[in-house]
């Protein structure tokens, strides 16, 4: 079974540095999508950034960053130049390719930016 | 012009009740689904519904109840709900099941219901 695993409970970071947020894995697949997203305080799950496995090349949104390491199956996003409004919860998101759209996703880790 | 949007925000209600959240995509997307976020904030799938046809149901109490009157409506109905029901429950869809690359999930603003 696939699982989706994010070791840190709780980060926090500096206004204006920079923060790395773990995820790893476990899957048989060789193909499968990875995601990350965002739940500030309102609530509302927002995307931040997604990786094909297949691409070697890691994604990349403005101030958002992906560490894809497929062999490792690991998934880390970082963060930079860190905003008061990135503070929120992160979700890493595994979707695998063959079956109807089912995510799976890791417990979270709270991001609090220190002023 | 929210893509996603869920109503109620908030539902409190008795234990025992039956209650329904209603959810509207207006992205033409061809799938919809219900995921229930515990109070630990893990976020698990209840229901997916692709052309009104039910394709993933986890190990859900038949309590619960998807119901897609359109491709664009995927309401969740609760019969005699529990204690345990209380929770953050979020409406998403994708566009293409088929599409793999395209099956970004887009996410409604969650319905907090808390059972007394």
């Known amino acids: 079974a696939q699982t989706v695993t994010q070791s840190q409970p709780e980060m926090s970071v500096q206004e204006a540095e920079t923060v790395t947020l773990s995820c790893t894995y476990d899957?048989?697949?060789?193909?499968?999508?990875l995601f990350w997203y965002k739940q500030p305080p309102s609530r509302q799950m927002i995307l931040v950034i997604r990786?094909?496995?297949?691409?070697?090349q890691n994604a990349t949104e403005n101030r958002f960053s992906v560490n894809f390491q497929k062999a490792a199956k690991s998934f880390s996003l970082k963060i930079s130049d860190s905003q008061l409004g990135d503070a929120a919860m992160y979700f890493c998101?595994?979707?695998?390719?063959?079956?109807?759209?089912?995510?799976?996703f890791g417990t979270g880790t709270s991001l609090t930016v220190i002023p | 012009d929210t893509a996603v949007s869920q109503t109620p925000k908030y539902l409190v209600t008795q234990m025992g009740n039956d209650k329904s959240i209603k959810c509207e995509q207006n992205?033409?997307?061809?799938?919809m689904y219900w995921y229930k976020q515990d109070s630990k904030k893990f976020l698990k799938i209840m229901f997916s519904?692709?052309?009104?046809?039910?394709?993933i149901n986890e190990t859900v109490p038949n309590r619960f109840s998807p119901k897609s009157p359109d491709k664009a409506h995927l309401n969740l109905h609760i019969n005699s709900l529990e204690l345990g029901d209380s929770a953050v429950y979020f409406c998403?869809?994708?566009?293409?099941?088929?599409?793999?690359?395209?099956?970004?999930?887009?996410f409604g603003a969650g319905t907090r219901l808390s059972v007394l």
């Open positions: 990786q094909e496995a297949y691409k070697q």
């Open positions: 519904y692709n052309n009104k046809e039910l394709i």
């Open positions: 992205l033409g997307h061809d799938t």
């Open positions: 899957t048989s697949e060789s193909d499968y999508y």
């Open positions: 998101a595994y979707l695998r390719d063959d079956t109807g759209n089912q995510f799976y």
């Open positions: 998403a869809s994708s566009q293409d099941r088929e599409r793999r690359w395209k099956n970004i999930q887009y």
